[in-house]
């Protein structure tokens, strides 16, 4: 059986790929192939920050009677990673280079801090206080 942990650093790697084709795309100017990186990149974020707020969040905090702990700031950084997201998205419709770069840049940054929180404390956490972790990653892989 995967762990928590496992099973989200795995989605994490995903996200981070797709954004890596994004931004290379746009750095070549290459904008239909970003174009698809980025939505392929912004479906698999949303798909991943709701895998979380839906579900794993949830049964953390039931598990460990704390609502207020970790998750409250994960679930912070989740909104600022959409509105940059929807920043992103405007500076790629329109072609703008430098603000898609310098705007990726600062998402990729949040990004990597928040996974690192997650990878290292949230996840292991979860996996030590919620007993049905199995039945927790089905109910994940059940969110499109």
């Not at 174009?35 to 953390?60: D, G, N, T």
């Not at 994960?74 to 500076?91: P, S």
């Not at 929180?117 to 007993?131: G, T």
Request: net charge negative; hydrophobic share 40%; charged share 20%.
């Amino acid at each position: 059986m995967s762990s928590i942990l496992d099973f989200m650093t795995d989605k994490h790697r995903r996200c981070d790929d797709a954004f890596a084709a994004a931004e290379e795309a746009v750095s070549v100017g290459e904008w239909q192939q970003a174009s698809e990186q980025w939505q392929q990149f912004s479906k698999e974020l949303e798909r991943h920050l709701q895998m979380e707020e839906l579900v794993l969040f949830p049964e953390f905090e039931q598990a460990t009677g704390n609502s207020n702990g970790p998750t409250g700031m994960m679930r912070a950084e989740h909104q600022q990673m959409r509105a940059l997201a929807h920043q992103i998205d405007t500076a790629l419709s329109g072609q703008q280079d430098e603000d898609f770069l310098g705007l990726s840049e600062t998402l990729m940054v949040l990004m990597q801090q928040h996974n690192m929180k997650e990878e290292q404390a949230l996840y292991p956490m979860a996996d030590q206080a919620i007993s049905t972790s199995g039945a927790v990653i089905e109910s994940m892989q059940q969110i499109q």
